[in-house]
């Protein structure tokens, strides 16, 4: 492939410079997922109309440059002075940020599996974030490029020890396909459970379908991290309201933020799971 090969000799020409273009890349996909959070739980098209404001009129693409057009407006639209929400410039900020790291930290094939996976993962945290709504399309999205991408880089599961290119790919989809079903199990199952003991729906069945896309991408160890690692981050979020609610001596009222906590978990396991699995077992051993 000629293009990348030439986009490897850039790489390697200029490092910082490709850090910035990895930078803005993440910016503007940050830019369309700010578009998909505000309207998929509408059941709104994401392609039509073009961006417009709260009050209807719409926004200049020279206002709509991702963290630019939000910084230049001071946070209040040109047209009417409505606030627009630090979720913007935040998403955006998240996203560029995630891209250079896995440009940075991981090798080829999973960089690029990266702007897929956690592009999604930013989508359904800030969906639930928003409007307490996962979308169904993202959810299973995340579950069938998974599995795909799973067949067409082994490497995802580290599977590539094999002479034989077809049995790692194999291994691999065998690998994504026990996340998926370890996923769907340890969520159904903490749900069955915790709904009989609470007496009220435990968790949703969003949940169920996210862990079961992050044991897609990232096996059942995965599934499993996304899982207990998500509690332990929901409950660290929830801890500022829990306290201020036990001094004020009122019933805390809010929700632990499971979707979000459970993307992120996720994404640190995409990152650092084996190095995390490695300082577990070699803590647990001295
Ligand atoms: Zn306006």
Same mark, same amino acid.
């Given at each position: 492939m000629p293009l990348l090969t030439a986009l490897q000799h850039f790489a390697a020409q200029h490092p910082a410079l490709t850090v910035v273009f990895v930078g803005i890349f993440g910016a503007c996909i940050g830019s369309f997922l700010n578009v998909c959070i505000h309207r998929m739980p509408k059941g709104e098209?994401?392609?039509?109309?073009?961006s417009r404001c709260a009050c209807g009129k719409p926004i200049p693409f020279w206002l709509n440059l991702p963290l630019v057009g939000w910084l230049s407006l001071r946070g209040q639209a @040109?047209?009417?002075g409505i606030p627009i929400s630090v979720r913007y410039p935040l998403v955006e900020l998240i996203t560029a940020l995630l891209f250079i790291a896995s440009w940075i930290m991981l090798p080829g094939p999973k960089a690029a599996l990266a702007c897929i996976f956690l592009p999604l993962l930013i989508l359904l945290a800030g969906c639930d974030l928003d409007d307490m709504m996962v979308p169904d399309a993202p959810n299973f999205a995340l579950v069938g490029t998974g599995i795909i991408f799973s067949m067409l880089a082994p490497s995802l599961h580290n599977?590539?020890?094999?002479?034989i290119e077809v049995i790692n790919r194999i291994h691999a989809l065998g690998d994504s396909l026990i996340g998926v079903a370890a996923g769907t199990a340890l969520v159904w199952w903490i749900r069955t459970i915790g709904t009989v003991l609470a007496? @009220?729906?435990?968790?949703?069945e969003a949940d169920i379908i996210l862990c079961a896309g992050i044991g897609a991408y990232c096996g059942w160890q995965g599934a499993l991290f996304c899982l207990f690692g998500g509690s332990v981050i929901g409950v660290i979020t929830a801890l500022p309201a829990l306290i201020s609610a036990k001094i004020r001596g009122?019933?805390?009222?809010?929700?632990?933020?499971f979707v979000p906590s459970m993307a992120a978990a996720g994404a640190i396991w995409f990152f650092r799971g084996p190095e995390l699995l490695l300082a577990w077992h070699n803590w647990v051993a001295s």
């Open positions: 098209s994401i392609i039509t109309p073009g @040109r047209c009417c599977e590539t020890g094999h002479p007496g @009220r729906e435990a968790m949703g009122s019933e805390y009222e809010g929700i632990v933020p």
